[in-house]
């Protein structure tokens, strides 16, 4: 028996291992009940908070936007009551049921419906919520509820919907807000750090306005909590409130509200007169201090279908549409002024003493200059005229004769203090700068020397120079004010829900081209007079290319312009531009002020493709300027008519040129 007993050291070895498994049996089983002790005693109350807050859902409660409202508190953009279909991926049991269950009843194939789902999980994540429909209509709020109660993860909310109630008009101004996407979050929120936070599904300002005025009318958003089930649908326990201040509702704060420059009746007299010509392009009308009353784009879009969901067939059309409906082509286009640009030079002449306004220069129906000849668009000629005959008429072959004379350099020191070729600096984005070319422009972006044939076409607004509706309205506000430069602006104020003013803007000066500027050149005040009546002759001389536009009692200022949008041999030049394909047709300008000598209101047209800046573009700026005396001095249009005066609109021959 004794091959059965033991060797003690054997057994000694063993007792030695039993010990260490001991030990960390016992030290293990410590673990187990520090860790069961921190848990049930020190993070017992907030843990069973958090399970109990699972079975919480929150809801965010979307603040109103602020209000936009017109110089005279009327409203531009407003908040409309409405409902909005909501998914919450996460308590989809069967996608397929869910799309062939809510797809008829919101006029969305149950395909699409999948299709939206799947594509915003896969961008946006399972938990994200997904709008499938906003502004319901009552039938489909009804008929969801009911399904609501079979479908996990279908909600009806109540929403806010923005409304445009001048839908097309102005639409490039104001905006359009729509829902925010993945990759506009993180830059957001880095943006308007400490301000807003933005998440999933959060309704922005998209362009315009509604992106502009972003801090300032976007609301705070409010939280609500609900009990919900497995489904993640509402329901109701007799659970105690056991979550405290960390888990209580608050309510939205409503948006602040901007109050515009902008006069709804002047910017819809616009609307209609651009509208019952059928023309394409832009206008801006602006006080004298700097005030936009009225800015519209034609053609344009229904911002309220951005407001809720826009079908892909509007988006198409928008899209495709070669005249850009999208476009502010207020400030972010820029066209040839054409002959608008001709008062400009013709300051640059008479402050360079090339010229002055007793000077006479013979201008007939072509020039020779270099090895080509340069047209007249009165192909008859003008013979011998001043300049006041000059800018009358719009005779280019003068004109060409005071760019020889001038230079583009010159030209350009002198018109680059009206603000031609720089941002006016208004409170929109992607506003462009325009084009005002000199020799060095030429030189350092095309690498070639400015050639002398080129001084001819800059006189006349042509060539390299590109100016926007906004600039040509500034310039020409500059020189009826002789000499004062402003910043336009159209957010007067932005008030809080009781009223109370948080941010007010002021006419301001930018400078005053009558002193000395950093360039060393100014404007001396006979200079703008000399002008000032020469465009006064353009629609009360009896030669004025403008000279059917009237409007009883007050007496307009102002200049067409005619710009080509390519060239044409000297055998087409004179063919009625009326017969050319749209898109051959010279763009119509025409811009002005009114009263001629005290003026309160200037206006920029642009028409596209209309052929003439009258009747193309003049009859619009009339209107606009009939419709600001009308409102703010009904007793000058009263004494006009007292006198008798009419309201005329004699059609020009397409020989008019202007």
């Known amino acids: 028996m004794s091959e059965y007993i033991s060797n003690p050291d054997e057994a000694k070895e063993f007792q030695n291992r039993y010990r260490s498994l001991s030990i960390f049996i016992i030290i ?27 079975r919480i859902k929150q809801n965010k409660i979307s603040a109103p936007r602020g209000l936009i409202l017109d110089r005279d508190g009327k409203a531009l953009i407003e908040n409309l009551p409405g409902f909005e279909a909501i998914i919450s991926p996460q308590y989809v049991e069967n996608l397929k049921l869910l799309s062939e269950a809510v797809g008829p009843v919101i006029g969305i194939e149950p395909a699409k419906v999948i299709e939206r789902i799947q594509k915003s999980k896969r961008i946006n994540g399972a938990f994200s919520i997904i709008r499938l429909k906003d502004n319901l209509s009552r039938e489909e709020v009804f008929r969801l509820k009911r399904l609501r109660l079979e479908t996990p993860g279908l909600e009806i909310r109540e929403s806010i919907v923005r409304h445009y109630p001048l839908r097309e008009d102005g639409a490039q101004l104001f905006g359009y807000v729509g829902e925010i996407s993945k990759n506009e979050i993180d830059k957001l929120n880095e943006k308007y750090r400490k301000e807003f936070q933005f998440e999933q599904g959060d309704i922005i300002g998209k362009s315009g306005l509604e992106e502009n005025l972003e801090r300032k009318i976007r609301g705070t958003d409010g939280v609500s909590y609900i009990q919900v089930d497995a489904h993640g649908r509402q329901t109701v326990t007799e659970i105690p409130n056991i979550y405290g201040e960390q888990i209580k509702d608050q309510d939205p704060i409503h948006g602040n509200s901007a109050i515009l420059t902008i006069d709804k009746d002047i910017q819809e007299a616009g609307y209609k007169s651009f509208t019952d010509l059928g023309r394409i392009g832009a206008l801006v009308a602006m006080k004298s201090n700097g005030e936009i009353l009225a800015w519209l784009n034609a053609p344009s879009f229904d911002p309220n279908y951005f407001a809720t969901d826009i079908p892909i067939k509007i988006w198409n059309r928008l899209t495709s549409d070669p005249f850009k409906p999208l476009r502010n082509k207020v400030i972010q286009d820029h066209f040839s002024p054409g002959s608008t640009f ?32 340069y047209h007249n668009h009165n192909k008859n000629g003008e013979g011998h005229i001043t300049i006041y005959d000059a800018i009358e008429r719009s005779s280019n072959v003068f004109f060409y004769q005071l760019g020889i004379k001038l230079g583009v350099d010159k030209m350009y020191n002198y018109i680059s203090l009206l603000g031609l070729g720089s941002k006016t600096q208004i409170e929109m984005d992607r506003e462009a700068s325009g084009r005002l070319p000199n020799s060095e422009w030429k030189k350092s972006i095309r690498g070639e020397e400015w050639q002398p044939g080129e001084n001819l076409s800059t006189a006349i607004g042509q060539g390299y120079v590109t100016a926007t509706p906004l600039q040509m309205a500034v310039a020409y506000n500059t020189i009826a004010t002789e000499g004062k430069v402003v910043k336009p602006f159209i957010v007067k104020k932005v008030i809080d829900h009781d009223g109370k003013i948080l941010f007010e803007r002021f006419p301001e000066v930018v400078r005053d081209i009558t002193l000395p500027q950093p360039n060393g050149y100014k404007i001396d ?55 050319r394909p749209m898109q051959m047709r010279h763009h119509g300008w025409f811009v ?37 005396f009308k409102k703010y001095h009904p007793e000058v249009i009263a004494e006009g008519l007292k006198k008798g005066e009419k309201r005329i609109v004699i059609e020009t021959k397409p020989s008019d040129g202007e």
């Open 28 to 54: 293990t089983l410590l673990i187990f009940i520090v860790r069961l002790a921190w848990l049930q005693i020190i993070q017992g109350n907030e843990l069973r908070q958090f399970s109990e807050k699972n």
């Open 342 to 373: 001709k008062p400009l030079v013709a300051i640059a002449a008479l402050q360079e003493k090339v010229i002055t306004d007793k000077t006479q220069l013979y201008a007939p129906g072509k020039f020779f200059f270099g090895n080509r000849w």
């Open 525 to 579: 005040p006979e200079t703008f007079q000399i002008v000032k009546e020469a465009m006064r002759r353009v629609s009360n001389g009896t030669h004025g290319t403008a000279r059917s536009l009237k409007v009883p009692g007050v007496q307009i200022a102002g200049k067409t312009g005619t710009a080509q949008v390519m060239s044409f041999s000297a055998d087409q030049i004179y063919s009625l531009c009326e017969n």
């Open 592 to 628: 002005a002020w009114a009263p001629w000598d005290k003026p309160e209101i200037t206006v920029a047209v642009l028409a596209q493709h209309s052929c003439h800046g009258n009747p193309g573009a003049a009859p619009i700026a009339r209107d606009i300027i009939e419709a600001y």
